[in-house]
């Protein structure tokens, strides 16, 4: 019994140090022998369960730590080939799995490792339970739980595997660095990453052959959806990494073609992989085949020529390993991939368009490649509902400046256009965003600054961004008329210009499809109107900002607005912009008379100078004379004149008088520009300022001291405009200010500051003050046109006791129908409402206005 | 009353005939039928002088969607009796308006020698003293001068109108009977 013990215990032994040497990894095939006798010994003393228990206990241990290489695997396929295993066991075995691996592995993400892993027990499995066939039943639960144990093992591994994976993507990579399709230096990497020690030189047959075998034994076992499942996620998670490297934040180039390349690659590389699985078991084709260190050729192709030949394009890919048709299978895998790779740049430029549309003239590559994308996945409805979520979340806030937003949404509007030249998503993009914009009260301000600005100023100065909207549209107008043009031969220029003149924005909702010739892109200029709601209000505030800019005019250089002009009539025609062009007449003509008045003059003898010393003659003078119907309302504010400027301004209009008999000139005296040199007794200045700030200082030229009272009653404005006014001298030191009273500071010398300006000019933009403008701006217009509404709303709700919002809008648009008709929309009334909530005129409660009492 | 008011409309019509003789233009044609967009306009211009005129105190607006219907506002003018109350009244205009008064009643009850108790006034310009020179605006400055000058002499309300002598009093009495609407 000692004996039978120690034998028992020395088989023992032996069988365990054997097995832990296969499970190990360094097992002979020549051991397999002695194996199996040791087991049929060990059978025949009853200590099957002693063995089982042991096998399954190594097992389970291995399972810690062994990590299958395709070494292993080959060896112990090796095995598996070698036993004589009946297919029962088999498909026992692949039910057992299949099971466990559905429990097991649901939707986690299964590398080929994991899946050659499970080869290899099945394998050991089928072998074991080969050499203990009589015993299998009994120990089918035991070993299903052990196994089911190792699974979990495994999958517990399974960032392991994925670290494994990345390598792996990583290498492939590299691969690709070192020109694309050196393959066999791939494999290599392969190998080493995998600590496989095989000969390299064998390495690509070898490896081949054991994917074959893998998927070989996959399919036999039933796991086809399950390592499809792997294969796939593993070759999209390359494709993406691939494409994110590729694209990442660059949209200056166009990455499409290279994804394209690289994606054929893969494919290229899939099929031959599958090909080859035809070709070894010429069985259903697997869809695709994923195995980023397989690139070996088969026998089969093993000519010179494949892995020189091996041709990116996927055509040529078809043509050659397809030696006839490509299987329907192929080609699946093929658009498969195709619409994968399509769909990973579009939702990685999809995530960025905001970024790509900022920059936009920049990164017009990345909107082409985003066009292609689009136009092949059609998942255009996910760029809508992203680039709006972005819009939202980083544009439309209370931090974005109004010049901003419109920046963007015209960007926007240009970016969009390429994508989709129906215009239909354009609009649901910029549905948010007029909206928004509608809701801010500098919106029209900053789209005519937008459209008419950088045409006059200096176009290459660093704050300008050069040409004004309007010339950019005018200008793609022009090449599109051009363009359209070219196959006429007699059309000239002049031709081309009466088009242009004719052209009238498209409604927003018309579809550019229609008619091929005079098929149009969007039209910006009648998207941005339609944030205004109509261009009668931007022609409105053209009009105040082109009077506001020709009243400071000191010259009568008006050569930008005409320009200016030309292009906004081509574009809102020639009507709705008369006014303007009457207020650019007046220019015109406030030139010629002014030289004329100026000639006769000179023709008499000149009159005495009224005071030696200011001695002002009427070349100091240059008149703008407007016809004041076609301007808007222009502020008027009384103001005294020193008495020699007064007088020459009443020679002025009396010489007008007698030319243009009968007409009589009205000055506007707080409007203009007087450009006055100061002399100091240590220093000379020059300025150019507004006559009030002119009346101010020449009020000092007598007496150096003023209350402000007596200063305000001198200059003939009230004393608080005084106070504001005054400042602007305050600032450049000319005053004192202390007890109410002004002191003309004489020298600079007691403020402590060296005289370093003399005589230096200083251009002053005073009218860009706040409220300071000499035109009265369309706020206020509409201010006034409200005081009116606002005498309705307090009679309607004096009456009706409280009103809804709609109600009021409605009852106006009924019954104020006076001189200035109620045209306001529903937005604009509820602004103003909420304007006297705030003037506590009107309360707000559920919704209904009262008066407040 | 309502016999009086009737007299005083059959008494209206020479008027209203010297008014359209003296307006040759007024064709006959256009009388009889009276144009809905004459009147219409008429009143449009009304409500505007109204609204411009910014008058303290009266105040009427046209109801929902019938201009010829207002409603009308008139607080109690100061140092009377009737200092710090409102009263709504309401404005039919007949449909050959400004040649006839309009109806006016109060919606609120009024504690006034001259108003009854359906809210119906006693008032000679709204009856046989109407000219077709009064408007929206005078007729509610009358009846806002009413309240404080009431013709004690002929009175609907003949408790106010023995009440009116005890300024007191009547001050208590508005005060009690005063509700004003919502």
Known sequence: MAANYSERIHIAGTHSAWQENLLGGGGELSLDSDFVSHVRNLCSRGLESLIVEHFLCSVEVSAHFIFIYPSERNQIDGWGVKEDYSADEISFAAGTFEKMGHQGFGSILMSTEILQFLIWKINIFCMFGNSLSCNLLDQQSAMQDILHKALEEIISEKQYQGKCLLMLVHALEMCRGNDGMDLDCKTAEMDIDGAHHHKSTLGNNKLVRNIGVVVRDL???????????????????????????????????????????????????????????EYLHSAVPLQFLHAPCLLGESKSYESPSSGLKSPLASHLSFTHYGTGIPSEGLVRWQLRLEYFAYETLQDLRIAKLF????????????????????????????????????????????????????????????????????????????????????????????????????????????????DSL???????????????????????????????????????????????????????????????????????????????????????DIDSEIRTLELLKIHFGESSMQKCEIMLNDLIDSKRTNTNIKATLKLQPQPVADVGEHELSLDNLNATIISSNFWPPIQDEALNIPGPVDRLLSDYAKRFNEIKTPRKLLWKKNLGTVKLELQFEDRTLQFSVTPLHASIISQFEDQ??????????????????????????INKNQYKSGDHKFTLVEALVESGKTPVNTGSYEELLVGDEEGETSVASV??????????????????????????????????????????????????????????????????????????? | MATVSNVNHQDNNPNTNTVAAAAPPVSLAKQTVPTAKTVDTQLQSELMALMMSG??????????????????????????????????????????????PPKVKFETGCFHPNVDVYGNICLDILQDKWSSAYDVRTILLSIQSL????????????????????????????????????
């Not at chain 1, 009230?718 to 106070?723: A, E, F, M, T, Y």
């Not at chain 2, 219907?69 to 009737?82: A, L, N, P, Q, R």
Request: negative net charge; proline residues 4%; hydrophobic residues 35%.
């Open chain 1, 470 to 556: 309007l010339e950019e549209l005018n200008r793609d107008e022009e090449n599109q008329e051009n363009s359209s043009l070219d196959d006429d031969a007699n059309t000239d220029d002049k031709q081309a210009w009466m088009n242009a003149q004719s052209w009238e924005p498209d409604p927003v909702e018309a579809d550019s499809l229609k008619g091929g010739r005079y098929r149009r892109k969007v039209d910006i200029l009648g998207m941005i109107v339609s944030i205004i709601g109509s261009k009668d209000h931007l022609v409105n505030e053209y009009r105040v900002m082109l009077a506001e800019k020709l009243l400071n005019k000191s010259d009568y």
């Open chain 1, 355 to 466: 970024e790509i549309i900022v920059d936009y003239p920049d990164s017009s590559p990345a909107i082409e490649d985003l066009k292609l994308c689009l136009e092949y996945t059609g998942q255009h409805s996910k760029l809508v509902d992203s680039f709006i979520a972005a819009l939202k979340y980083r544009l439309l806030t209370a931090g974005a400046s109004t010049n901003d937003i419109l920046h963007q949404y015209v960007s926007t509007i240009k970016a969009l256009r390429t994508i989709d030249p129906a215009g239909v998503f354009l609009e649901a993009v910029g549905e948010p965003i007029r909206e928004y914009l509608r809701g801010r009260k500098d919106t029209i301000k900053c789209i005519v600054t937008m459209l008419t600005d950088g045409a006059g100023g200096n176009p290459s100065g660093p704050g300008s961004t050069g």
């Open chain 2, 55 to 100: 008058d303290a105190g009266i105040s009427a607006f046209p109801e929902e969607d019938n201009i010829f219907c207002w409603k009308g506002t008139i607080t109690g003018s100061k140092d009377t009796v009737f200092e710090g109350t409102e009263y709504k009244l309401s404005l039919a205009f007949p449909s050959d308006y400004p040649f006839k």
């Open chain 1, 779 to 853: 706020e206020d217009q509409l201010r006034k046109e409200m005081t009116v509404y606002e005498k309705f709303i307090t009679g309607m709700l004096t009456n009706f006791g409280s009103m809804a919002l709609d109600r009021i809008h409605n009852t106006l648009k009924m019954f104020c129908i006076g001189d200035p008709p109620y045209d306001k929309s529903l937005q604009q009334l509820q602004g103003f409402l909420v304007g006297l909530v705030a003037e506590e005129k009107l309360e707000l409660r559920d919704g209904m206005y009262f008066l407040k009492k």
């Open chain 1, 219 to 277: 399919r036999s076992l039933g796991f086809t959806s399950i390592a499809e499942d792997a294969y796939a996620s593993a070759i999209f998670l390359l494709l993406k990494s691939k494409v994110r490297e590729l694209a990442g934040d660059e949209f200056r180039f166009s990455v499409l073609e290279s994804i394209k390349g690289f994606k054929n690659e893969i494919a290229s590389t899939g099929l031959r992989i599958k090909d080859h699985v």
């Open chain 1, 704 to 729: 150096t001291s003023w209350t402000s009272k007596n200063l305000a009653a001198a200059v003939g404005v009230p004393v608080d405009v005084l106070n504001r006014r005054i400042y602007f001298w």
């Open chain 2, 147 to 182: 309240l404080g000058e009431p013709n004690t002499s002929s009175p609907l309300n003949t408790q106010a109108a023995s009440l009116w002598g005890n300024q007191e009093e009547y001050r208590k009495m508005v005060e009690k009977l005063y509700k004003p609407t919502a």
